[in-house]
């Protein structure tokens, strides 16, 4: 057997061990698949921003908001995430479109850490949930 | 073994481990994957007249045509985690695509015949070796790791004759008219980022946008371009109608829960134009301007 074709070989075997820790990190497929469910693409999003992938983030949330546009959260943390990248007017946009919407302290307060001083959405009116 | 065999074997292994991450042919080069697909989208299959609904997950090849309907959105993960988000209206192809995660290198060019996009920049590769480009009919957009939006055609000509750096005067073409605006990182960026930059060439003139919110639009081919200029709130906005599904009636979308799946576009159009059928005069009239005031938040404003 040649050389060459024993690197080829190898490389082939050496490709199908090291194939499946690249899908957890970085696979593009696997980063797909996460955020065709609400929960494991919102815990994907907190593990991209707790690495400090804030542009990855930013992405995975856009894709979860594609399917989901009602999530509240899932808005709040994007627009949050435009504040950390230094885009003030594109979080008070997206801002904007909760109004009306009912929003958690827990989740705001996440927005006025990023965002500091930001309007808050007003609240629901009276009488309704959503 | 010796040395070089090592090397060689190292090579292999990087060509390999990106030929198993896209799980594709080695023959159609993959690109990356759709990532999330929103009401009509098709892809016209490089160098065939065949064309296809887009689905989540599916491999993008070099040179695939996208293209996307009203209301409709694609997002394309590249294989260096770049983000390509195709909004409404588009027609869109990756037509240079070069990636060696091995010595960290990357080229890539994309282009935009007409519709709105989004592009944010991969983390993997820091220090891009070679050039990222983005072109519309009269610009050609030199990306230095960041986040930028765009927009070419009839819908850039609308959005930008209503800022006031660029007015209704301007003489533009539909089929070239092209609006950039620069979202970010800004110089106060968190995180691992850096801010980011695009480099605007039109013709013979290069622009430099630097600061989230900067915009610059070139009206067609021979004129100079105009800007750069802050973009308005009310063009953000409308820019961002056609790059988002909202919750408002019409955005679509699943529900809290998730039970609504209209991932792949079909079954939502299909939705959407029974809903449609079904509505009665009134009724379908009111929730039309609801819907056309989400497209044009210009007629949100009294006069």
Redesign the interface.
Known sequence: MT??M???L???S???L??PA??AQ????A???A????DSGMALARRQ?A??????A??TL??L???????VPARLLYASL?C???????A??EL??LAG?PIAEADWAGVAAACGAVPRPPPPKKGKNR | MSGPIFTRLGRTAAVLAAAGMTGSPVLAQAVGVNAAVRNKVVIRGAGTNKVRPAVVRERVILNDEVRTGTASQLQILLLDRTTFTVGANAQVAVDRFVYNPAANSRSTGVSVTRGAFRFMSGRTVRRPSGPVSVRTPVATIGVRGTIFEGVVGEDAIRIASREAAVGKKVRAKKDEASLIVLRGPGPRTQGDTSPGAVDVTVGDRTVTLDGPGLALYAPRVGAPPIGPFQISAAGLQALQSLLRTTAEPGGGGKGKDGTTDALLGVAGVAAVVGGAVLLGGKKKKKEQQEQDTQQDPYRQSPN
């Open positions: 050389a060459k024993l690197s080829f190898l490389g082939l050496v490709a199908a090291l194939a690249a899908r970085d696979d593009p497929d980063l797909a698949a955020t065709q469910q609400l921003i690495a400090s992938d804030l542009t990855g930013l992405g856009e894709r908001l594609f399917a989901y546009p009602e999530v435009l950390r990248l230094d885009d003030r007017q594109g008070e946009l904007g479109l919407k």
